[in-house]
Nanobody, 116 residues
């Protein structure tokens, strides 16, 4: 089992920035992908960004150039730096961990609200 705990959400004005953090604990595999998904009200959960244990990244088009994913393998943590936030970025952001057996684990989520 893997436990994920997110932090860093909140309310921010359009154009502002937030940094999300996610700490993983438990049965951490050396080979894994950690990332962020989001789910807005009434919409399906969607990938925001993901990063493998060797640093390969995958971004959804709607965040390219605005969000940056990073991770600290020694701490089993993943981060999401979100800049130039837009109202449409408002959602619950969930941390995701996937191991080499393609087992998925999810955090409970952190609310990000972009509003003036």
């Amino acid at each position: 089992q893997v436990q994920l705990v997110e932090s860093g959400g909140g309310l921010v004005q359009p154009g502002g920035s937030l940094r999300l953090s996610c700490a993983a604990s438990g049965s951490i595999s050396r080979f894994n992908v950690m990332g962020w998904y989001r789910q807005a009200l009434g919409k399906q959960r969607e990938l925001v960004a993901a990063m493998s244990h060797i640093g390969t990244t995958n971004y959804s088009d709607f965040v390219k150039g605005r969000f940056t994913i990073s991770r600290d393998n020694a701490k089993n943590e993943v981060y999401l730096q979100m800049d130039s936030l837009k109202p449409e970025d408002t959602a619950i952001y969930h941390c995701n961990y996937k191991n080499q057996r393609l087992e998925n684990y999810w955090g409970q989520g952190t609310q990000v609200t972009v509003s003036s």
